[in-house]
Nanobody
Framework: QFRLVESGGAQVQPGGSLKLVCAASGFSLGDYAVAWFRQAPGNKRAAVSVISPSSMTEHYIESIQGRFTISRDNAKNTVYLQMTTLKPEDTGVYYC??????????????????????WGQGTQVTVSS
């Protein structure tokens, strides 16, 4: 059975840090691009970051540039999202998703849910004082 399981979500104060973990089972995560999506309260789910299978390519949305870092350990079948200097607007449910697609030419397809085959159940991040 193919599964993605997120963990690491919590409630933190503004300025704090969290590290989210996306662990895969039943398939080799190293064959897939992996993205983190975020669903803020009252909003649609949206992509925030992606990493290519080989870690050669990473993309971030502008609002998290310089604060979040995506990484992966294919030997552990795991992808991470290190989040620092957290802001209240980072609050939401964070999902990881795995898909197979190319990164050529600066394509933005990584941000489209349709291109992902597997999804986790999400982990809640709340940034509040």
């Amino acid at each position: 059975q193919f599964r993605l399981v997120e963990s690491g979500g919590a409630q933190v104060q503004p300025g704090g840090s969290l590290k989210l973990v996306c662990a895969a089972s039943g398939f080799s995560l190293g064959d897939y691009a992996v993205a983190w999506f975020r669903q803020a309260p009252g909003n649609k789910r949206a992509a925030v970051s992606v990493i290519s299978p080989s870690s050669m390519t990473e993309h971030y949305i502008e609002s998290i540039q310089g604060r979040f870092t995506i990484s992966r350990d294919n030997a552990k079948n795991t992808v991470y999202l290190q989040m620092t200097t957290l802001k209240p607007e980072d609050t939401g449910v964070y999902y990881c998703a795995a898909g197979k697609f190319g990164f050529a030419g600066g394509s933005s397809i990584w941000s489209i849910e349709h291109y992902y085959d597997y999804w986790g159940q999400g982990t809640q991040v709340t940034v509040s004082s």
